[in-house]
């Protein structure tokens, strides 16, 4: 069985900066991507950013852009997402998710982190 765990949320002022990370763990498996999604309360799930695995191609969510920054570490099997510039609209609990080899979407979850922007 596969996990991915996620550290690194909490508490910061706005302007500040938080760096997640998400670790896997289990049984070995080959991911074609991984992502950062974040839901805050009473709004939908949205992806905030992903990388292919392989190559490295990134995507950012137009509300992230310029500001947060998706890296993998293929040596620790980590996927970390720097936060800068922190809003309070980028309040929510953020989850990490794999898109595995034969899957259709990301089917692997983290148990996700809240991260909180005071203004």
């Known amino acids: 069985q596969v996990q991915l765990v996620e550290s690194g949320g909490g508490l910061v002022q706005a302007g500040g900066s938080l760096r997640l990370s998400c670790a896997a763990s289990?049984?070995?498996?080959?991911?074609?991507?991984m992502a950062w999604f974040r839901q805050a309360p009473g709004k939908e799930r949205e992806l905030v950013a992903s990388i292919r695995w392989s190559v490295g191609t990134k995507y950012y969510a137009e509300s992230v852009q310029g500001r947060f920054t998706v890296s993998r570490n293929n040596a620790k099997n980590t996927v970390s997402l720097q936060m800068n510039s922190l809003k309070p609209d980028d309040t929510a609990v953020y989850y990490c998710a794999a898109e595995t080899v034969g899957a259709s979407a990301y089917s692997v979850w983290g148990q996700g982190t809240q991260v909180t922007v005071s203004s």
């Open positions: 289990g049984r070995p498996f080959s991911r074609v991507a």
